[in-house]
Nanobody, 121 residues
Framework: VQLQACGGGLVQAGDSLRLSCAAS????????AGWFRQAPGKEREFVAA????????YYVDSVKGRFTISRDNGKNTAYLQMNSLKPEDTAVYYC???????????????WGQGTQVTVSS
């Protein structure tokens, strides 16, 4: 499966952004999907994941209550709604997928290109 992320940008603290991840090349509903991010000088970290049917979601503690992951299998797209953004959310965000939603949170097999999110204070 190929993944294409978009929706990043430059915003101020407290603003919102919605990232989209468009999948192609295979049946999207076969896969769990999610997002990782990498801030400058830091290791890549898991952000959020969603099971194939949207029935289960997972978040890193630092975004719980602010970010929401969702998906529309009819549109082969996953989303990350980011509210109350903070400067520490600044990073390149990567869309990911794997046949196992557990692996989406650790070592997903499929990665899209990143989209830059910059939050100014």
């Amino acid at each position: 499966v190929q993944l294409q992320a978009c929706g990043g940008g430059l915003v101020q603290a407290g603003d919102s952004l919605r990232l989209s991840c468009a999948a192609s090349g295979d049946t999207f509903s076969y896969y769990g999907a999610g997002w990782f991010r990498q801030a400058p000088g830091k290791e890549r970290e898991f952000v959020a994941a969603i099971s194939w049917n949207g029935g289960s979601t997972y978040y890193v503690d630092s975004v719980k209550g602010r970010f929401t992951i969702s998906r529309d299998n009819g549109k082969n797209t996953a989303y990350l709604q980011m509210n109350s953004l903070k400067p520490e959310d600044t990073a390149v965000y990567y869309c990911v997928a794997d046949g196992s939603v557990v692996k989406v949170t650790t070592e997903p097999n499929y990665w899209g290109q990143g989209t830059q999110v910059t939050v100014s204070s």
